[in-house]
């Protein structure tokens, strides 16, 4: 199975700080990468596709870069709302995996 | 706009069976893969089955396999996860989810297993 190893599992920022969230795969994946926010009591939502493609209807103040192994979800001015657990999902084989998550919350 | 509706969760001894079910509209259901996701109380996500669009294809996490089949109805343009054998640790609020990359998720619907 690929291991995905999500880091930080949490940090606290402030509104329009920017953040950095790493996932590593124990293998390579290509770009088979989605991220996901997700809010207390909510469903998931995928923020990007394909480890660097913004979902329709995403702020651009989201982004997503990497290959390979090492991937990177960036928030660039942080807003209230961006207050979340973020994940990330390695869709290259099966079993699909998960990281661990990100928990941001306000400084 | 793409609507999941799950449904079918409750509580259920161990060793119980339950089956879930996702209503889809919104998209053309028999053009996509399926999955399920579930998500125990205070944890993180996982993955739990995938489905072909034509069902001649599925794949499971292994502490389900045998005990968890998938399935849809594409004429009804429904998803299905029906459970068997359920162990405490399969408490969790299950998602049924667009796609084999895990697009579009419904809201869950809770399994809890206790006796």
């Known amino acids: 199975d690929i291991q995905m190893t999500q880091s930080p599992s949490s940090l606290s920022a402030s509104v329009g700080d920017r953040v950095t969230i790493t996932c590593r795969a124990s293998q390579g994946i290509r770009s088979d990468l989605g991220w996901y926010q997700q809010k207390p009591g909510k469903a998931p939502k995928r923020l990007i596709y394909?480890?660097?493609s913004l979902q329709s209807g995403v702020p651009s103040r989201f982004s997503g870069s990497g290959s390979g192994t090492e991937f990177t979800l960036t928030i660039n001015s942080l807003q209230p709302e961006d207050f979340a657990t973020y994940y990330c999902l390695q869709h290259n084989n099966y079993p699909r995996t998960f990281g661990q998550g990100t928990k941001v919350d306000i400084k | 706009e793409i609507q999941l509706v799950d449904s079918g969760g409750g509580l259920v001894q161990p060793g119980g069976s339950q089956r879930l079910s996702c209503a889809a509209s919104g998209f053309t259901f028999s053009n996509h893969w399926m999955s399920w996701v579930r998500q125990a109380p205070g944890k993180g996500l996982e993955w739990v089955a995938s489905i072909k669009e034509d069902g001649s294809e599925k794949y499971y996490l292994d502490s389900v396999k045998d005990r968890f089949t998938v399935s849809r109805d594409n004429a009804k343009n429904s998803l299905y996860l029906q459970m068997t054998s359920l162990r405490v640790e399969d408490t969790a609020v299950y998602h049924c989810?667009?796609?084999?990359?895990?697009?579009?998720w419904g809201q869950g619907t809770l399994v809890i297993v206790s006796s």
């Open positions: 989810a667009t796609g084999n990359t895990i697009g579009n």
């Open positions: 394909a480890a660097s």
